[in-house]
């Protein structure tokens, strides 16, 4: 009689563990490393994943897992036109570089779009950087993000996809939005409208509601509204779309600096001053807020800072080091002329 042998019991993996926790690799792998940065139940999920198939780290392989390549990317989905015309992205690399210098890891950037997905997936995939920095993703933007399970990933804002194991540094939005557009209320302005940046982006949404609430709150109704892109001729178009309803405009919140100067060459193209006529006031505190006359008041958006705390949150990350999911940086309105 022979007795029959079913052969060698598969050596349990990473990606095992994570299959059968229903997580990602990189939460397995902040779990064996003893980051607190995963959440409770996710964590005892995996512990119990890891008994059940009687993984154990080797040393080869963990000292494997640590070759790097010593090199992050910052993937911005955005065309090489709009990247370059918007001082928003030069801070955010600045405040990125700043953190990387005292590091081993060097930056490269990625301008990418939805129209080749497959050439930024095989880059990242492809051995040549530990890390992932993304800024300006829209709702759209699916074909690398969920390489997260792959590669540590931080987004710049609230991502509107990839689940609630996403890392990403962000400010208050919505708050902030509804703070200065409370400024225009409490001046005695009535007819307050808005040009809000794209529907398909956090700060687009979150800036719009925060101006939705601040009008209402105030009695003014539903506002008046125009949809921009963040750009200089996106905020003229919209605010001369305003202006041509016929219908009474006392002043105005735009969603961004950039657009708020588009803002300004509509309404003073008009012959109508600012802010005797029409108030105006914007969002992010960047070189456009102080180059139009009169100079804008705002909300300062720490950009450059935000782009430090996505730079250390990242390599975190990639060391196994404990690192925060959600990072809140402060805003502040800055009162200027416009007002």
Do not use: C
């Not at 993703?137 to 993000?145: E, P, T």
């Not at 200065?180 to 719009?208: C, F, Y």
């Amino acid at each position: 009689m022979t007795q029959e042998t079913s052969g060698p019991r598969p050596v349990p993996t990473l990606e095992m563990v994570a299959a059968l926790a229903g997580v990602s690799r990189a939460t397995v792998s902040r779990v064996v490393n003893d980051s607190p940065s995963v959440d409770p139940e996710l964590a005892q999920s995996v512990r119990k994943a890891i008994l059940a198939l009687d993984y154990t780290p080797n040393r080869a392989a963990r000292s494997l897992a640590k070759r790097r390549a010593n090199a992050v990317t910052l993937i911005v989905p955005e065309s090489t036109s709009k990247v370059f015309a918007d001082p928003f992205f030069a801070s955010v690399v600045q405040g990125i570089a700043l953190y990387l210098t005292d590091t081993e890891y060097t930056l490269n950037m990625v301008i990418s779009s939805e129209s080749k997905p497959e050439k930024t997936r095989s880059f990242l995939l492809g051995g040549n950087v530990d890390g992932v920095l993304v800024v300006s993703h829209h709702s759209g933007d699916n074909s690398w993000i969920h390489l997260s399970g792959s590669l540590p990933m931080v987004f710049a804002g609230r991502p509107l996809v990839g689940g609630k194991e996403s890392y990403y540094v962000d400010v208050a939005n919505e708050q902030a939005a509804y703070e200065v557009t409370k400024l225009l209320t409490e001046s005695g302005r009535k007819n307050i409208a808005t040009i809000a940046g794209p529907q398909d982006m956090p700060p687009g949404l979150d800036r719009l509601a925060g101006w939705r609430t601040a009008v209402r709150e105030a009695g003014l109704g539903e506002g008046l509204l125009e949809e921009g892109d963040f750009t200089l001729a996106s905020g003229a178009k919209a605010m001369h779309r305003l202006l041509d309803r016929g219908v009474p405009v006392d002043a105005v919140f735009a969603a961004n600096d950039q657009m708020a100067a588009g803002a300004y060459t509509a309404i003073q193209g008009r012959g109508l001053r600012i802010p005797e006529d029409i108030a105006v006031v914007g969002f992010d505190d960047d070189s456009f807020a102080t180059s139009v006359t009169p100079a804008l008041t705002t909300v300062h958006h720490p950009i450059v800072e935000l782009g430090k705390k996505m730079a250390e949150t990242l390599v975190n990350l990639i060391e196994g080091k404990p690192a925060e999911r959600v990072n809140r940086m402060p805003t502040s309105i800055v009162i200027r002329d416009s007002v």
